[in-house]
Each structure stands twice: as C-alpha cells, then as structure tokens.
C-alpha cells in the first residue's frame, strides 16, 4: 500500500524558514520523479519544485528560485523541501508527487506552511 507522511510544517515569520518533509513508503522511490506542489483556497494546485530519480537534476517555479531546495534520500524513501526566506505568499499546503516511469501519480496529503507576523 502506498503511503506518504509530510511533515514540517507550521508556523513562521517572514524572512524564517523551514524544512518539510515527506517520508513514503510502498513503492521503489528510487525510481519515482519526486514533485512538491503547493494549493491555497481559490488557486489551482501550483508546482513548485521536482527531482529526478538520482537527485541530480532539480526544477523550480520562478518564484522559489534561490529560496526553495528539494532534495531526495533514496536509502529512506524520504523527499525534502527546504525553504529559506519565507514568504507570506507561500502561505499553502505543501503536499509531495511520486510519478512512475508510465506516468502514475501518487499524491500525499500535505503538510501546512503559514507565513506570518
């Protein structure tokens, strides 16, 4: 059965920063692309972040370059998200991707991030 647990998230002020992260378990992580995506109420879902399969190429939306780093351990099947410089407007529910080789997607729940003074 495939399983995701984001965790992380919380509270922070502005210019703060936190990690999250997404622990999976029930399928070969190490031959997922992994992805964060993050939705807010009345937005579509927004991508924010993917790894490949051996962590050596990433990709970013524009409005996290330079602030947002994913990353990927494949011994732990574990996705991570580290984000510095904290924005309000990336106040979301930040939830993790796990797509296969034929094009499944797995979707976790998501974990909240507020951004806030």
């Known amino acids: 059965q495939v399983r995701f647990a984001e965790s992380g998230g919380g509270l922070v002020q502005p210019g703060g920063s936190l990690r999250i992260s997404c622990a999976t378990s029930?399928?070969?992580?190490?031959?997922?692309?992994m992805s964060w995506y993050r939705r807010t109420p009345g937005k579509e879902r927004e991508f924010v972040a993917s790894i490949d399969k051996t962590g050596a190429s990433t990709n970013y939306t524009d409005s996290v370059k330079g602030r947002f780093t994913i990353s990927r351990d494949n011994s732990a099947g574990t996705l991570y998200l580290q984000m510095n410089r904290l924005k309000p407007e990336d106040t979301a529910v930040y939830l993790c991707?796990?797509?296969?080789?034929?094009?499944?997607?797995?979707w976790g729940k998501g974990t909240q991030v507020t951004v806030s003074s």
């Open positions: 029930g399928f070969p992580f190490k031959y997922y692309v």
């Open positions: 991707k796990a797509r296969s080789a034929w094009g499944v997607d797995y």
